[in-house]
Each structure stands twice: as structure tokens, then as C-alpha cells.
């Protein structure tokens, strides 16, 4: 059971990037899928979540209007779409799962599949 985080790289501010997360082992049928993202010395922080199967999504509100999640199941694959990037979107983003429901509208805590990361520079 694994994921594969993909996609990061530099950017002006105001560009675009899509980020992919493939899972290999099992399927984001019954799973929530997330994405965080972490600069050195603070916390990680949760930037979307949502399940595939519920339809039901949420978003930080630093990043609401300009991301957007989306899937392709026949490649078991989920994609964080980002648009008019800014600076402080600067960061490694990581994807994480978990099995589970999901009623949408708090991010998880509980994930306990994880991908490693990929670094987002957005310059000013």
C-alpha cells in the first residue's frame, strides 16, 4: 500500500501546477485522500481533503478558489490542482489516506497512508 506524490516544482506567482497522488496496492474507492503541506520549522498543515466515493470535500481556507481536487479512477490517481499560486503556498506537499467515511467539512486527523513529498517554490 503505497502513494506516490508528484507534480511539484517552481513557478512564478500567479502560475499554475497540478500535483498527483497515485496509490499503488489499493484503490481511493473507500478511502479519504489529503493533502498537506510543511516549511521548515512549522507544523504541517492540512491544505484539502475529500472522498471519492461520498463526494464531500474541504478545503483550507488559505488555498479555497484556487485548488481544486479531482480523480481519475482508471489510473487511481488524485490530482491537487493549484492556481494563482503565491509565495507562501511555498512548501513540500505531501498526500496522505485513510479508509473510511467521510461527511466532508473538517480535515482528518487520522491518515495513516502516507506518500512522500514534493516541493512547490512559487516566486514573487
Known amino acids: 500500500v503505497q502513494l506516490q506524490a508528484s507534480g511539484g516544482g517552481l513557478v512564478q506567482a500567479g502560475g499554475s501546477l497540478r500535483l498527483s497522488c497515485a496509490a499503488s496496492?489499493?484503490?481511493?474507492?473507500?478511502?479519504?485522500i489529503g493533502w498537506f503541506r510543511q516549511v521548515p520549522e512549522k507544523a504541517r498543515e492540512g491544505v484539502a481533503c475529500?472522498?471519492?466515493?461520498?463526494?464531500?470535500?474541504w478545503y483550507a481556507d488559505s488555498v479555497k478558489e484556487r485548488f481544486t481536487l479531482s480523480s481519475d479512477n482508471a489510473k487511481n490517481t488524485v490530482y491537487l490542482q493549484m492556481k494563482n499560486l503565491k509565495p507562501e503556498d511555498t512548501a513540500v506537499y505531501s498526500c496522505?489516506?485513510?479508509?473510511?467515511?467521510?461527511?466532508?467539512?473538517?480535515?482528518?486527523?487520522?491518515?495513516?497512508?502516507w506518500g512522500q513529498g514534493t516541493q512547490v517554490t512559487v516566486s514573487s
Open positions: 496522505a489516506a485513510v479508509e473510511g467515511y467521510y461527511s466532508g467539512g473538517y480535515f482528518p486527523t487520522d491518515f495513516d497512508v
Open positions: 496496492g489499493f484503490t481511493f474507492d473507500d478511502y479519504i
Open positions: 475529500f472522498s471519492i466515493s461520498e463526494g464531500t470535500s
